[in-house]
Each structure stands twice: as C-alpha cells, then as structure tokens.
C-alpha cells in the first residue's frame, strides 16, 4: 500500500458508524459534537471519494444502503483497531514512565545517602 492516500479520517468514520446507529441525521450530528449540516457534507464527502451510496435519505428516514452496510462493518473494525492501537500506547507509555519515576526515585535516594555519609562524618 506504498503512497496510498485515503479519502476519509476516522472522524468521519466515527460520522458514519453514529448515522448507521441512530438511522437520523440529527441524533447523530448531536451525538458527534457537530452541526447536522458539518455531518452531512463530510459524509457526502466519503460517499463521492468510495463512489458509492452509503444511506438512501428522505426528509423522512434514513436507512443503509447494502454498500453502507458493508462500510459501517469496516468502519467499526478500523475504530476498533485505533482505539486499541491508543489503549496499548498509553498503557506501554505508563509502564515506561512508571519505571523511569522509580529508577529517578532510587537515584535520589542512592544520592542522599552519599551526601548524608558526607555530613556524617
């Protein structure tokens, strides 16, 4: 996948998965942080760069298109994929910091006791 460039941001697959869930625009503008229209433009967006149609709309409903279903199903994987790829670095960068706290942590104390043998004497 050398140079590969990808049309959409997991932002906008977050705008996907909450618009297949809540099966309304607005719900899932609200649920998102963003105004109706913010959504709708992004998701037109990902529609004309995949060159398919992910929800049939009315002013009515909204529903999945066979494509759209497919989509969200990758859409969640990838989510998923992310937020597990962030828990992992966050815990792994814990663990560094946390033995780097108790290596500066046992430094310190090695230091005190030199000095404190320097005023003991």
Same mark, same amino acid.
């Given at each position: 996948?050398?140079?590969?460039? %990808?049309?959409f &941001?997991? *932002?906008?697959?977050?705008? %996907? ?5 809540? $099966?309304?625009? #607005? ?8 105004s109706? /229209?913010?959504? /709708? %433009?992004q998701? @037109? @967006?990902?529609?004309?760069? $995949?060159g398919?149609?992910l929800?049939?709309?009315? #002013? #009515?409903?909204?529903?999945? &298109?066979?494509e759209g279903?497919?989509v969200?199903?990758?859409a *969640?994987?990838?989510?998923e994929?992310?937020l597990? %790829? ?8 814990? /663990? @560094?910091?946390?033995? #780097?706290?108790?290596? @500066?942590?046992?430094? &310190?104390?090695?230091? $005190?006791?030199?000095? /404190?043998?320097?005023?003991? *004497?």
């Open positions: 996948m050398k140079n590969a460039s %990808i049309g &941001t997991f *932002r906008e697959l977050q705008y %996907i998965v909450a618009v297949a869930e809540e $099966l309304n625009f #607005h719900k899932a503008a609200l649920r998102c942080c963003v109706q /229209s913010t959504l /709708s %433009i998701l @037109k @967006k990902c529609e004309a760069y $995949l398919v149609t929800f049939r709309r009315t #002013h #009515h409903s909204v529903a999945l &298109t066979t279903v497919e969200v199903a990758f *969640r994987v990838a989510l994929a992310a597990h %790829i962030k828990t992992r670095t966050a815990q792994r960068t814990q /663990s @560094k910091n946390a033995a #780097h706290v108790r290596f @500066k942590l046992a430094r &310190t104390v090695l230091d $005190l006791e030199d000095q /404190s043998r320097v005023f003991l *004497r």
